[in-house]
């Protein structure tokens, strides 16, 4: 049985556990794009708009804590709590239109993402998007980060039983790749998202991109590193290769 983290969420067990790997599941916002700064502009402009905040702008510190990793619902219910849910989601619609009109523009990959995604190719695995994004939102940045035909399924929380911190979006990711969480681990950057993976008994990478860390490790993430180009990542994926050399030479 895992380990628990300090706050009694079970940690996710370490990467190499998972030979061999079947899968590699990716959130998208903060994981395969840093777009959380777009983000945060967006919700800033149009919440100064409507006099938020007496006209003082929402800091970095506020929109990780209220908006950062949420579903629309959470986000609307945290920004909006006196007004009727339906306005608040309103809300967030129109700023998810002007997200995009600056993702179009802006848009960045995650430091070296494009080496991790040819080591998923070299390696044959499986590979989905699961995110609490909007689909449309969500095919855009694909799009935009040249990874339309990368990716097998692309899962929206939105569109699940739950979106993420339920285990729902993770679980929908494995049965559409017809794959094992025993044999999945997945790259994310968000506190929520971790324990949605933790909770599909998936292990976790958290790429730090703007939570904190400590945040991503109370979730239960097995391994935190700081983008793609980290040595611990490449450690543990190094890990992976020799696990499964191990399982061929004892097959063959």
Known sequence: ???????????????????????????????????????????????????????????????????????????????????????????????????????????EPVKGLAKVVQWVKDHGYKRAAVTNAPRINSELMISLLGLTDFFQAVIVGGECEKPKPAPFPYLKALKELQVSAD????????????????AAGIPVVA???????????DAGATLIIKDYEDPKLWSALEEIDREEAKL????A
């Open 1 to 107: 049985m895992a380990a628990a983290t300090p706050n009694g969420i079970p940690a996710s067990r370490p990467v190499a556990s998972s030979v061999p790997i079947e899968a590699v599941l990716f959130d998208i916002d903060g994981t395969l794009c840093d777009s959380d700064p777009l983000h945060h502009v967006a919700f800033q402009e149009m919440l100064l708009e409507i006099g938020y905040n007496n006209g003082v702008p929402i800091d970095e510190e506020f929109f990780i804590n209220n908006i950062a990793g949420r579903s629309d619902v959470e986000a609307a219910q945290n920004l909006f709590p006196d007004w009727p849910l339906e306005k608040g989601l309103k809300f967030l619609e129109d700023k998810e239109a002007k997200y995009r009109s600056l993702a179009k523009e802006r848009l």
């Open 183 to 198: 044999h999945t681990f997945i790259f994310e950057d968000s506190a929520s998202g971790t324990r949605a993976g933790v």
């Open 207 to 217: 790429v730090a991109t703007r939570n904190p860390e400590k945040s991503l490790l």
């Open 248 to 251: 061929k030479k004892a097959d």
